[in-house]
Every structure is written in C-alpha cells, then in structure tokens.
C-alpha cells in the first residue's frame, strides 16, 4: 500500500492515505472531474504494472448520503455486520435495474439506489450469491463491494 500511496503523490494528489490491503485511496486533487481523475489513476497503474483495473471513484459527499440512506439500518435488530455495499462504476441500464431487482434469494437481501447497492447476507458474505461478480455480470458496469465497517471507516478517514 505504501507503493500505491507513493504512486498518487507522484500524479500530484495531496493527503493521499491508503485504508486496508483492497485498493482503499483517500486523496485531495485539484480536478474536479471524475472521469478525468480515474484516467490519470488508470494511465500511472498501467504504466507501473502494465495491465488496466477498474477504477471507481467516491466522494465524502457520496460516502456521507451511502452511509446515512441505507435502508437495512432501519432495522434495529439487524446485525451491521452482514452488511455491506456495492459501489457501481455509473448508473446500470433501468431494463437491467429492473431484472436484477426481481432476482430473489430466501437468505439475501439487496436494495439498489442509484449507484449504490445495499447488500445484506445474514448467513455472511461468502456465503451469498449477491457477490460483487453477480452484480457486475447481471448489470453490465464495473463494480466494487466494501463492508459495512469499511465504509463506515473511510467516510471517518475523509471526513476527520
């Protein structure tokens, strides 16, 4: 994570903090343009390493809406630590949107909102089929899935 982290300062982000072993960047940049952002991101990993990764990218604004909309906490007796949230790349197609959220399992739960999916596995994340994989596979964008406490943990990161 250290070399990821110098890898960003050398792009020209600032307060660059690295959170995890997954990929987890908090940066300050003077663009403002996401798309332009993940391009630089993405042309310095495929120079370094020489293959392309999908690059999402978050804000605290965003972090701060996922966070406070999650409709599973509404739920006191739900165990926080079987949720988790897909992150989409941008907005599905609605015709797929809409297939998805037909898709039912008797042991997992999901709610998409816009580009957040709210996922809930009572029975644990390894153990669902609403992984990461299906949701990009069934939805056609790239996408990324971080626990409840990861989340928690970067919007705390960011917002500090």
Not at 21 to 41: C, M, P, R, W, Y
Request: aromatic residues 10%; glycine residues 4%.
């Amino acid at each position: 994570m250290a070399e990821l982290k110098g890898h960003y300062e050398s792009i020209g982000f600032t307060d660059v903090q690295t959170y995890i072993q997954s990929g987890n960047v908090l940066f300050k940049s003077s663009l403002n343009d996401e798309t332009a952002i993940a391009k630089k991101i993405l042309s310095k990993i495929k120079k370094e390493y020489g293959f392309d990764v999908p690059i999402l990218i978050t804000t605290e604004k965003i972090l701060k809406k996922v966070i406070s909309k999650n409709p599973f906490l509404k739920n006191p007796a739900i165990d926080i630590s079987k949720l988790h949230v897909t992150f989409m790349a941008k907005l599905a197609d609605k015709t797929l949107t809409n297939t998805v959220k037909a898709h039912e399992d008797p042991n997992d739960d999901f709610i998409i909102d816009k580009q957040s999916i709210y996922v809930h596995c009572p029975n644990g994340y390894g153990r669902t089929k609403l992984t990461n994989n299906f949701f990009e596979r069934k939805l056609k964008v790239p996408c990324t899935t971080r626990n409840w406490k990861t989340v928690n943990r970067l919007y705390d990161m960011c917002s500090a």
